[in-house]
Nanobody, 122 residues
Framework: QVQLVESGGGLVQAGGSLRLSCAAS???????TGWFRQAPGKERGFVAAILWNGSRTSYADSVKGRFTISRDNAKNTVYLQMNSLKPEDTAVYYC????????????????WGQGTQVTVSS
């Protein structure tokens, strides 16, 4: 089991940037880590994921070219660099750990953090 804590959310203007962090405890370096987001009234959706060793990544089409996922296993942390933010990126962002590859399927992820709010103003 992995414990995950997200941080780095906040309020930013459209076009701005934020970097989210997901700090983990447990056997973190063995797991794929993903980022998901959920806006009010919408289902939780996939954002990005990275394999345990960082050799493979996956992104939702809506964030490709704007968001970058990375990890530092020595620090037990995964990052989500978000650039060129849009109002539609507003959501609670969650990180999650999976035994599988960098899949967008939320039900492949066993452990979840509590989330961090990202608000993008127009």
């Amino acid at each position: 089991q992995v414990q995950l804590v997200e941080s780095g959310g906040g309020l930013v203007q459209a076009g701005g940037s934020l970097r989210l962090s997901c700090a983990a405890s447990g056997a973190f370096s063995r797991y794929t880590t993903g980022w998901f987001r959920q806006a009010p009234g919408k289902e939780r959706g996939f954002v990005a994921a990275i394999l345990w060793n960082g050799s493979r990544t996956s992104y939702a089409d809506s964030v490709k070219g704007r968001f970058t996922i990375s990890r530092d296993n020595a620090k037990n942390t995964v990052y989500l660099q978000m650039n060129s933010l849009k109002p539609e990126d507003t959501a609670v962002y969650y990180c999650a750990a999976s035994d599988y590859g960098p899949t967008p399927a939320w039900n492949s992820y066993n452990d979840w953090g509590q989330g961090t709010q990202v608000t993008v103003s127009s």
